[in-house]
């Protein structure tokens, strides 16, 4: 009876590894595909010079209306970076977004939220378990549109440019108040071992087959970054 039961609880934690990996599977493929649809309207998406700015892409597909209230719940994403020389996006992080004191209400049934990392010391804030966006990062709503009239200097100070879309309206939107942390149990399904954010997002793990999607997509719309 022993042995019946220690092969199924080895059967158990198996099936369960398995449905973790799926479901991370499904959400880089959804952010993928999220971000490739923003983009692929130029003169409405995240203009191609702030894109290519930008150190790190967070992005959070298909949030559900009132993810977000005063002390409410959370959605999941992920975030990729460029290597030191911005020639590539490396392996992503898998995060959670959270309301702050503040909060955030959802609009519509379904948002994707995107938010761009500008600066190294905005990056520094990723490496962290938990940072406040406007307290530990400076955060304001992205420009949207590919004119250069489209980067405003209030916009571009902020350490973190934060975008939402929702029945197919992208614009910027802000976040302050709000929290993103590292995803522990989503980065063990997917890379199959526990492992930081700064191992992943400084380019020390390979990317593997279930996050090409994403360091696809953001290759495809910023090959390199200036």
Do not use: C, N
């Given at each position: 009876m022993k042995t019946a039961s220690f092969v199924v609880t080895i059967v158990c934690l198996s099936v369960?590894?398995?449905?973790?990996a799926?479901?991370?599977?499904?959400?880089?493929?959804?952010a993928a595909k999220s971000f490739d649809e923003i983009m692929a309207a130029p003169d409405k998406g995240v203009p191609g010079g702030v894109l290519d700015k930008a150190e790190c892409v967070v992005i959070v597909?298909?949030?559900?209306?009132?993810?977000?209230?005063?002390?409410?719940?959370?959605?999941?994403g992920a975030v990729s970076c460029r290597d030191k020389a911005k020639s590539?996006?490396?392996?992503?992080?898998m995060v959670e977004l959270g309301g702050g004191s503040v909060g955030f209400q959802l609009g519509?049934?379904?948002?994707?939220?995107?938010?761009?990392?500008?600066?190294?010391?905005?990056?520094?804030?990723l490496l962290k378990s938990k940072f406040t966006l406007g307290g530990d990062a400076s955060v304001a709503g992205g420009p949207v549109g590919r004119t250069s009239t489209a980067e405003t200097d209030a916009a571009m100070q902020a350490k973190i440019?934060?975008?939402s879309r929702s029945q197919g309206v992208f614009a910027g939107v802000s976040l302050k108040g709000m929290s993103l942390s590292q995803d522990g149990n989503a980065n063990?399904?997917?890379y199959g071992k526990e492992l930081d954010a700064k191992d992943i997002l400084t380019g020390q793990v390979p990317v593997p087959a279930d996050a090409k999607?994403?360091?696809?997509?953001?290759?495809?719309?910023?090959p390199k970054g200036k």
């Open positions: 369960g590894g398995v449905s973790g799926e479901k991370e599977r499904e959400r880089l493929a959804e597909p298909g949030m559900k209306k009132g993810a977000f209230i005063v002390g409410g719940q959370y959605g999941k590539h996006w490396v392996a992503p992080a519509a049934s379904a948002t994707d939220v995107v938010m761009l990392v500008m600066d190294r010391s905005g990056m520094d804030s440019l934060s975008y063990k399904a997917l999607p994403v360091v696809d997509v953001l290759t495809k719309h910023s």
